[in-house]
């Protein structure tokens, strides 16, 4: 394709003049970075980018992410300009402002087209790695006649300076993830100043060193930036282009400075800029014949899609296919059998074990899984069900071999579940998702279902001491919104989470498993109840008078409490606290059936008694660990911390006498 | 020095014999490392390390961290073996046991000569070049002859995969930090398997990319060892010594696999070991010849030690240098008059201004400040006081720019901490806490005087959205053992708290600020009050029925609350909870009287309201976000989830009538 620049440079100019006007009119946003990459956006929409903005959810699109989000105008423009139905012109005359989709940073809730959310600098990058495997495994299982586009990314320089882009590059370098395709904003500005300031790294170097493919280009002449993209596409590596940009460009006194950054330009400055760019449009409105121009640059994604629906039709796996995207279980899924025979066979194992032999009878059932762990296949025990492994050499394969990145694991696994088509679940020690933590909130927030399998839940790892020993971790994430925390008791109750897990479609779940074995506890009528989050799993026998909710490891130790109570005539239920989230759904009458006003309510739980007077109020009992833990054999450490029932059960009595 | 591999063999399987016999009795540890890296370590320790295990405190001592801290039991055999009080044979016996300093991984708090707690991979590494930045930082103030060492490393794969090595190495080579030596234990194994199972880096080729000096060795051949440790000290960059080395060196049948990294070998494996290394010695029992080799390993330091302590004394800044080393602040050392400054000409600024004037109080006072920020220097107002920017041109500087590195930053400043003579302080937005979580449970676990200054606090900060909004991030620090988290509600209340992070020698304090201006509203006093967490700051005028409950920006809106209340003829106090953790540690009675029994209590805080049950009871009323946030103008946000007398007032009164 031949590069027409007197055409393009009015189309990348309606993208400056729409984003400085926004801007302008929030007195609040980013001016520079979009004004900057405004040039080498065009190229990539109009000759590269394979897009239908009448069917955004099309699943052989070309994923774009930005990945410096705080550049959002560029993307909303970008939607707007090319004819997505949202947002339209008064969303981006409302940037930033409430009920408008166009926020502050781009939100993949709010509008098609935004296929992730970004802002955290370097999730975006990598979450699309996680596209990217996403759509080399549909390649290898579907073909390429339904699964064959590519993954792109506008990166800034925060987003490699984080350390989660170490991670993520060495994760696509290492995996040979050659459709995955950054243009690097290579501007030398942040928001402290030059870049200068606080790194003297060779990028380009390191992207080599880690197996990538890395080209450069003028980031404001057309036929360069068209040149370097191509030459991106040919590689056979993920291919990172430094795309030499000039933040602000347009804007004649404040460009290749940091005060086009995160400012509005102000009245003055626009003015000149519009004078610059030969801009006359009043603000927000776009000349007719550039916007046809903009409008016709979707025209070959529009043709491509059409022959892609019509491959669809007539491929064979066409029902199996819209089945997987649609992100629906198969309709026979289920994990009765394997309850049932736990039922009629208990198991005395880890709950990490019970989640691995639940995994054996999910893998198989269900093909869109994919596995992983961050270097602790073993502890984790999450590799399961007869899957192989997912490398260049197979990426019909299902585990995963993520290293040692925790952060760089979660945010591929983000990427994967939006992405659709697949179901990622990875694992780690829970005291680790401190590592992940950043983009474990973007599950969240992105209503992703990604599932974590976090094991070594407490002090009963043992040996390896505080640093691998959680404490607070069960309280963070229980605090963090649309996340469902569960901790189960035993290996019924931890299938039963498996299957709440993955029915779950907009929210992640943590799974909180142990090291350490425990009995098996649940009867059959308890297996339906698992799903309230909190429930009765002993009833008082005498006269009640306690209550003891516990989670995980704990409960088996609550009923010993229960049952030394009992035998000295001191009625006490006890509860299976598996989910606060989901208890905390429940209608009010479910709750206080569970924990009465009239009784002492005593959480059990080697863990941070943070949050938990939730449940017990200022005047119940809180066991539980508010120091670090130590290292010591685990049965060593539960009765140092007083997780015993000698050590309980005297306070409970206490309290009842007080 | 001409290296006499013979003696040198048997000190190093000194270290092999007593890895494996204390992970054998313990049944459980890592004798892979200890047994790949104990010729490597062998020839720093008798070498190249400056260190005197008499003085385990002397400041001028080479720093020597095992990032690697898995492989502990290769530091308590150094320290043991060279002749430090502890860890004694019998320690070194007990490892993994409760009450034996020699823990599962390394705790600073347990072991003289453990420079820092290593275990959470990547770590260690970036806290030696926040080390390497205090030595340099000190030598520029106090002159080479008081402070003049290195710091040296171990490192493994894992701490070289995690993303936080590229922000720590980034950082180190931007600021030239020749005295930072990196050994690296290129084992080419994982916990999973060979390391080419995840990963296809070219590790050297990406630290000179980052400006770093790359040799490498044999790791069990000790005349390369030697000189490549000696290039390393010459060349004036940070240097990355690539040792090449078998994990596990020693056990015939399982060295050079996975099988050595985390697990006791095996009685077999070990007397098979114990007959590869000529080693006849019982377990535990060090012959005398070897151990007496040892303890000569250790005399270059202590005359080294002994000529320091002479320059020391003949030193114009003996006093002033120790006082720093100590952690003293100086006795003059007050906030008292910015204080009464601000009580006499109030102020009407957020709070993340108020510590910019703060820090212009504190920052001339105080030379052991050492300020920065990742990249957001004017939002976090941390740049105050005159001071200078750090780098390789001007050590003597104490403002770092980190760069858009928040985990790297932490990590930087926990070793800046556990050096001694510096205060670390640094900021970005309270969100990315989630980014350098790791760290910041480190500074609580190691006991760091590390300032976090975190602003942009809540939906306050607006148009930025939810990414940038915490929720849940008060409550999961909140949940965290030993930190204090700060929340001040006004200029006054900010820069006490100021004070107390400054005067708290063993817990990091994280400063959570405001954005947006809030009014000043403490009077003289309370400012003494500021200390117990929690205290009245408005009793009630009517008959108290309410305690409103709150934190930050929510304290003027409680009092304009209790305003309207008053009105209506309901007494209510206003509690100003600044820190919960100082809160809990009052007795009860100052508790209850803050917060009685007899009143309905009403938490208003603009977060999660996780974790406020324990003021508020199971009967009160919590006024939070269990949301995620939503981009927008900070007012439109406030009314939109309801933080406003209009919306809280019907609230209180409704539970009053229930």
Redesign the interface.
Known sequence: MSIDAARLQPMANAIRALSMDAVEA?N??HPGMPMGMADVATVLFTGHLKFDPAAPGWADRDRFVLSA??GSMLIYSLLHLTGYAAPTIDDIRNF?????PC???P?NFLLDGVEC?????GQGLAMAVGMAMAERHLNAVFGETLVDHRTWVIAG??CL???????AI??A??LGLGRLNVLWDDNRI????ATD???????K??Y????WHVTECDGHDFADIDRALAEAKADPRPSLVACRTVIGKGAPNKQGTSATHGAALGAAEVAAARETLGWTSEPFVIPSDILADWHSAAEPGRAAHGAWAGRLESSPHKAAFEHRMAGHLPEEFSLDDHIAGLLEKPQNIATRKASEIALAAINPQLPETIGG?A?????NNTLAGGIGTFNRDNYAGRYV????????MAAAMNGMALHGGVIPYGGTFL??T??A??AI??S??QQARVIYVMTHDSIGL???????QP??HL????????ILVMRPCDAVETAACWDIALRSWETPSVLVLTRQNLPQVLGKDHVMQVELGGYRLKGAEAARKVVLVASGSEVALALECAARLEADGIGADVVSMVCTELFDEQPEGWRYQMLP?DALIVSIEAA?T??W???T???GLNIGI???G????AG??FA?FGFTAEAIVPQILNKLNA
């Open positions: 929030a609040s946003g989000g705080h930033r402002k409430l009920g408008s926020a502050g940073h939100e959310t970004t802002g955290p600098l320089d925060g300076m984080e350390g989660i882009n170490h991670e060495g994760l370098g290492h942040t928001i402290d100043g300031l606080s790194t003297s790294e060779d990028i170097a390191r080599i060193a880690t197996g762990s270097d602790l296949t073993g502890s071999y993520y290293g040692i990145r925790e952060f760089g005291v680790f401190d590592y933590r950043g909130r973007l969240a927030l043992g040996e390896d001491g505080p640093t691998h404490i607070e309280a963070s994430l229980r605090a963090m919104p649309n006003d941070s943070f949050g007077e939730r449940y109020g200022r005047d508010d120091t670090f130590a290292s010591a054999p060593d450490l140092h």
